[in-house]
Nanobody
Framework: QVQLVESGGGLVQAGGSLRLSCAASGRTFSSYVMGWFRQAPGKEREFVGA????????DYADSVKGRFTISKDKAKNTVYLQMNSLKPEDTAVYYC???????????????????WGQGTLVTVSS
């Protein structure tokens, strides 16, 4: 079992920045991919970005590309989501997720991950 705990959410003005953290723990944590997803009020959950736990390669949704950056600290079993130039439409609950098996990009973007955090709320005011 893997536990994921997000932190760092809050209220920020448009144009501002926030950094979310996702701390992983559990029995011999091993993950192929760590992803970030978000769900805005009244909308479906959507893929934000992901990072390969081993190689460090990243992938982003077009809506956040150039503004958001995902990084990892393997020693701390923690993944970060640095969010810059935030917009009101970035307001959502952000979830961290882990895939402990090899999955395709389509599967990942579709949200078929193995473990999920509880989410952290990000509110961007205009």
């Amino acid at each position: 079992q893997v536990q994921l705990v997000e932190s760092g959410g809050g209220l920020v003005q448009a144009g501002g920045s926030l950094r979310l953290s996702c701390a992983a723990s559990g029995r011999t944590f091993s993950s192929y991919v760590m992803g970030w997803f978000r769900q805005a009020p009244g909308k479906e959950r959507e893929f934000v970005g992901a990072i390969s736990w081993g190689g460090g390669g990243t992938d982003y949704a077009d809506s956040v590309k150039g503004r958001f950056t995902i990084s990892k600290d393997k020693a701390k079993n923690t993944v970060y989501l640095q969010m810059n130039s935030l917009k009101p439409e970035d307001t959502a609950v952000y979830y961290c997720a882990a895939a402990t098996r090899v999955i395709t990009r389509a599967t990942m973007v579709g949200g078929s991950m193995d473990y999920w955090g509880q989410g952290t709320l990000v509110t961007v005011s205009s």
